[in-house]
């Protein structure tokens, strides 16, 4: 289950809430967070929050957490940038500020694309006129891990597909190939 973690400090104590990509909400596949506790999912209590501020959903196709404004005139900053119009991804350790009061994403888990992961790339998937080199370090290689028979593709095969089996290369893995010596 994907999931991201909040956690602020509210009235002298910790709290934290997991927020789930299909959770129960008032606006079914978000969770709302304000002052107002008949709008919102999560209460926050502090005079600057407005009474529906902003909603955390999880996009599937992005594969990701984003958060919302529902309240322009009152805008959340995330990272430091104000965020009046539209969505932003958010990422573990993103700061948000609800007027005065701060939130923190302390952790994301998403089950279906891992992070970055090193492996040796096997023989038969990269190829000389596939490697990609980045100006600034030479041996390092991208590629794209089959989410079913796990073979590693060059990035260019993204929009193609799995040479091996054919399943779309939008859910793989970006794995970042070890030089081999």
Same mark, same amino acid.
């Given at each position: 289950?994907?999931?991201?973690?909040?956690?602020?400090?509210?009235?002298?104590?910790?709290?934290?809430?997991?927020?789930?990509?299909?959770?129960?909400?008032?606006?079914?596949?978000?969770?709302? *967070?304000?002052? &107002?506790?008949?709008?919102?999912? !999560?209460?926050?209590?502090? +005079?600057?929050?407005?009474?529906? @501020?902003?909603?955390?959903?999880?996009?599937?196709?992005?594969?990701?957490?984003?958060?919302?404004?529902?309240?322009?005139?009152?805008?959340?900053?995330?990272?430091?940038?104000?965020?009046?119009?539209?969505?932003?991804?958010?990422?573990?350790?993103?700061?948000?500020?609800?007027?005065?009061?701060?939130?923190?994403?302390?952790? *994301?888990?998403? &089950?279906?694309?891992?992070?970055? !992961?090193?492996?040796?790339? +096997?023989?038969?998937?990269?190829? @000389?006129?596939?490697?990609?080199?980045?100006?600034?370090?030479?041996?390092?290689?991208?590629?794209?891990?089959?989410?079913?028979?796990?073979?590693?593709?060059?990035?260019?095969?993204?929009?193609?597909?799995?040479?091996?089996?054919?399943?779309?290369?939008?859910?793989?893995?970006?794995?970042?190939?070890?030089?081999?010596?």
């Amino acid at each position: 289950m994907n999931a991201l973690i909040l956690q602020w400090h509210e009235a002298g104590q910790n709290k934290t809430q997991q927020i789930y990509e299909k959770q129960h909400s008032k606006n079914p596949g978000t969770c709302r *967070i304000g002052r &107002d506790p008949l709008r919102c999912d !999560i209460v926050l209590t502090h +005079p600057t929050v407005s009474g529906l @501020h902003i909603e955390i959903f999880f996009d599937y196709q992005q594969q990701r957490f984003y958060i919302r404004n529902l309240r322009e005139p009152n805008p959340p900053q995330i990272d430091g940038k104000p965020l009046v119009k539209g969505e932003m991804p958010l990422i573990e350790g993103s700061i948000i500020y609800l007027g005065q009061q701060q939130l923190q994403v302390t952790a *994301i888990s998403i &089950d279906s694309i891992p992070a970055t !992961i090193i492996v040796q790339p +096997p023989a038969q998937a990269v190829h @000389h006129h596939h490697k990609q080199s980045l100006p600034t370090q030479p041996n390092l290689v991208y590629g794209l891990e089959c989410p079913k028979c796990h073979k590693i593709s060059p990035p260019e095969n993204l929009q193609i597909g799995c040479p091996w089996c054919g399943t779309s290369l939008a859910a793989s893995v970006s794995v970042l190939l070890a030089p081999s010596h």
